[in-house]
């Protein structure tokens, strides 16, 4: 057993980020090596672009569950590269309506068999490996877990009732 593998949660951070870090560096490199300019990171943004003619900063904040700020620097990464626009919304002032450019339309158009392929790949991966079958709902009931409780809280309750020794008196 590995380290990571004996410390359980005490580095669930740590595995789940180098799991994530590896997944998207071979997502990366799939790109690469079909001669595609386009970062993973990048993906949810173009997939609710592929789905809705345009959508707001805030929307899509909302959507991809990142604060408004990740959000609004992502857009201005992907207007810099001229896949995206934004207009001012005619019937509100405050938002701003994000777009795919031609450019990033054209771009969709090449990704978008990638990740078709990204999941026939993934599905063959699964198949030869039944307990990774599990990891999908296995995060999604963490993640519902972390939305209903507070880790901190948890710990901080642990610290000061159950782990401090008794005082005599």
């Known amino acids: 057993m590995n380290l990571y593998q004996s410390l359980g949660y005490l580095v669930m951070g740590s595995r789940l980020r180098r799991l994530s870090e590896s997944f998207l560096s071979e997502i990366n490199r799939a790109y690469q090596n079909e001669g595609i300019d386009f970062?993973?990171?990048w993906f949810p943004v173009f997939y609710l672009l592929s789905k809705n003619d345009a959508l707001s900063i805030?929307?899509?904040s909302e959507q991809t569950e990142v604060s408004h700020?990740?959000?609004?620097?992502l857009i201005t990464n992907l207007k810099n590269k001229n896949l995206v626009t934004s207009a001012t919304?005619?019937?509100d002032g405050r938002r701003q309506l994000v777009t795919l450019t031609d450019k990033g339309r054209e771009l969709l158009g090449?990704?978008?068999?990638?990740?078709?392929?990204?999941?026939?790949a993934m599905d063959d991966l699964i198949t030869d490996n039944p307990a990774c079958d599990y990891l999908l709902p296995a995060v999604g009931a963490m993640?519902?877990?972390?939305?209903?409780?507070s880790l901190a809280e948890k710990i901080g309750n642990k610290l000061?009732?159950?782990?401090?020794p008794a005082v005599n008196e």
């Open 69 to 73: 700020p990740a959000a609004s620097q």
């Open 110 to 120: 090449q990704i978008m068999p990638v990740w078709d392929a990204i999941l026939a």
């Open 39 to 41: 970062d993973a990171s």
């Open 58 to 60: 805030k929307e899509l």
């Open 89 to 91: 919304c005619a019937d």
């Open 143 to 149: 993640e519902k877990v972390f939305k209903q409780n």
């Open 160 to 164: 000061s009732v159950e782990l401090k």
